[in-house]
């Protein structure tokens, strides 16, 4: 992952952030299936998610109308071939870049609802009597 | 069991057994063109049953078993008989596929290479389909993808094509000499009627196919696009899929392969003719 | 002092996609997608155990970091404990 970028070793380290301390970088995938009958009953409809094409991201991962101040534009959009390069070789780089990979990952982490689609639809499907 | 049938949809068989004659008629009926399970021994056991004796007859109730159950779910009027079969077999699948990789998608094909559609209930995947179906693709699916850790190929499901509410009448009109179930009124998800896959997606059933480009459709706004990066698609993917944990490291292999490998779409649509030609679009330049 | 350990790289699968790295950790079938600093710190921990002191200076070497905050690096760190990622090694 930490590649090494071309040219002397010793003059062009990769820039890298820590982060804040409130901002998590990690999501992780829960279960896809809760194996308990009271977990399926609490089963809640998630939020529909339109991913209007055109919305711009907000800091807390929130889908924003395009051109918000403070927001980011989709990624859709600006993953051209030199971004994806960078972020596979580099990482991130301080500054705004890292701030709309945080705004990404919380978009990223929004994108889980409480139980995953089929199991939630199932019991939606068949309530309970 | 009094009333039994069997059935082959893409590479699963179902045997179903039934405390009534009624949805195995239906099922027998809708399914005529369809082939038994492979060397005659299903995937899963379905059972409609009555909860005690008396309720075969008396305000006649389904309750759905079989090797996976929801516990305590709601049972059926017998008028939704045929319904109940249906959400019988999508548990086993929902709960007991260990081969496959299932994806909460609809899969059409064309030359060999597949579409996948997914999202939300209500997004249009099971009508974009269908349309695609009477458009001269092969219809793979219209609620269930199966990707092979193994090969990464996709394979169809093609169960009867659930269609609800306001896209029953689109279908009637797009397909009038098709094949359709009754009209079931009043069921837990509004109106349905099933639309029996044309000859073409029954004959080729068995027939993988190359996974081309993943749409994320969305129906009721302006139309817009974006590309998805892979791992907002995988996300997304492991969302629609009800047993990507289950499947553990084959499973990652198989989503991270196909995220990587082909591309992924969010569309926005405010009518099915604008999504149609979206995505003949989207299809050539993918 | 204690030290953090990650995970051995024999149990991580990581694949890293666009901006975000997928990590499917063997040892407890979870999928973890995760954002920069995590991978870079799994890589320098995955050699030997280090304290924070320690680590924060490997990856001053290593990288040019903007922001060597002492807060941040275990913010970081307790996260990926509670993923179990990493492991945390207290001294007896």
């Known amino acids: ?129 | 069991m009094r009333h039994l049938t069997h059935l082959r949809i893409g590479p699963i068989g179902f045997r179903v057994g039934s405390d009534w004659r009624g949805p195995i008629a239906a099922l027998e009926n809708l399914y005529r063109d369809y082939p038994a399970p492979e060397d005659g021994i299903p995937d899963f056991n379905v059972h409609l049953f009555a909860a005690r004796p008396w309720r075969r007859l008396l305000r006649p109730s389904v309750h759905i078993g079989g090797d996976f159950v929801i516990p305590d779910a709601a049972p059926l009027p017998l008028a939704q008989g045929l319904l109940a079969a249906e959400m019988g077999m999508n548990l086993q699948m929902a709960l007991g596929q260990r081969r496959f990789l299932l994806l909460h998608a609809s899969a059409v094909e064309r030359d060999g290479q597949a579409l996948l559609m997914t999202g939300m209930s209500g997004a249009g995947k099971s009508t974009l389909a269908a349309l695609l179906m009477a458009r001269g693709w092969r219809l793979m699916g219209d609620e269930f993808a199966l990707l092979d850790p193994a090969t990464g190929l996709i394979h169809g499901f093609p169960r009867l094509i659930s269609l609800k509410n306001e896209a029953i009448a689109v279908l009637e009109r797009a397909l009038p000499k098709a094949r359709f179930g009754p009209v079931l009124k009043g069921t837990p998800k509004g109106t349905i009627r099933h639309l029996v896959p044309d000859a073409r997606a029954i004959a080729a059933m068995a027939e993988p196919a190359v996974p081309k480009l993943i749409l994320f459709p969305n129906y009721g706004f302006a139309a817009a696009e974006r590309a998805v990066p892979p791992s907002e698609t995988f996300v997304r993917l492991t969302q629609a899929s009800t047993n990507y944990v289950a499947l553990a490291e084959r499973g990652f292999d198989a989503l991270t392969r196909l995220v990587q490998t082909i591309p992924a779409r969010a569309l926005d649509y405010p009518d099915t003719a604008t999504a149609l030609t979206q995505v003949e679009r989207l299809w050539e330049a993918a | 002092m204690t030290r953090y350990r990650a995970a051995a790289p024999e149990t991580l699968r990581v694949v890293p996609l666009d901006a975000l790295t997928l990590i499917y950790h063997r040892a407890s079938g979870i999928t973890h997608i995760v954002d920069s600093p995590v991978p870079e710190i799994l890589e320098v921990l995955a050699a030997r155990p280090l304290a924070e002191p320690e680590l924060m200076a490997r990856l001053s070497e290593r990288f040019e970091l903007v922001d060597a905050d002492a807060a941040a690096l275990t913010a970081r760190l307790d996260e990926l404990v509670a993923t179990g990622l990493v492991e945390r090694l207290c001294a007896i």
């Open chain 1, 1 to 129: 992952m930490a590649d090494e970028s071309s040219g002397p070793v010793a003059s062009r380290r990769r820039a890298l952030m820590l982060g804040a301390v409130g901002a998590s970088a990690i999501v992780s995938i829960r279960p896809a299936l809760a194996q308990t009958s009271a977990s399926v009953i609490n089963c809640e409809i998630p939020v529909p998610d339109p991913a209007r094409a055109g919305s711009y991201i907000a800091a807390d991962g929130t889908l924003v109308p395009a051109g918000t101040p403070g927001a980011y534009p989709p990624p859709g959009a600006s993953f051209k071939a030199e971004d994806v390069k960078r972020a596979l070789s580099g990482g991130t780089l301080p500054g705004t870049d890292y701030e709309r990979s945080r705004a990404y990952t919380n978009y990223i982490r929004r994108l889980q609802s409480g139980t995953s689609g089929f199991t939630c639809f199932a019991s939606l499907q068949m309530p309970r009597g």
